[in-house]
């Protein structure tokens, strides 16, 4: 069982930046793929990225590339999402996701990943 936990969203002006992390329990962190979501009132949960366990590959949704970045710390169990150039249509609730699949396996739009954390609100104003 791994419990994931996001800090760092909040209310922040259009052209700005956030760092949001996730810090998840358990000993085997490098293990897990991570991947942050995001969900905006009245939309369907979106896929924002993804890293794999030793950070070797990532991923990103086409909405966020060259903005955002993904990166982890395996020794102090987190992974960050640092956001800039912020949009307010990045105004979502930020949800981090473990997983002990692959990368390219979660990329599959029906592979649910296992872990989810309780979400962070970003709200971006303009």
């Known amino acids: 069982q791994v419990q994931l936990v996001e800090s760092g969203g909040g209310l922040v002006q259009a052209g700005g930046s956030l760092r949001l992390s996730c810090r998840a329990s358990?000993?085997?962190?490098?293990?897990?793929?991570m991947g942050w979501f995001r969900q905006a009132p009245v939309k369907e949960r979106e896929f924002v990225a993804a890293?794999?366990?030793?950070?070797?590959?990532?991923y990103y949704a086409d909405s966020v590339k060259g903005r955002f970045t993904i990166s982890r710390e395996n020794a102090k169990n987190t992974v960050y999402l640092q956001m800039n150039s912020l949009k307010p249509e990045d105004t979502a609730v930020y949800y981090c996701?473990?997983?002990?699949?692959?990368?390219?396996?979660?990329?599959?739009?029906?592979?649910?990943?296992?872990?989810w954390g309780q979400g962070t609100q970003v709200t971006v104003s303009s």
């Open positions: 358990g000993r085997t962190f490098s293990n897990y793929t």
């Open positions: 890293l794999d366990g030793n950070a070797r590959s990532t």
């Open positions: 996701a473990a997983d002990q699949s692959p990368l390219y396996r979660l990329l599959h739009p029906k592979k649910e990943y296992d872990y």
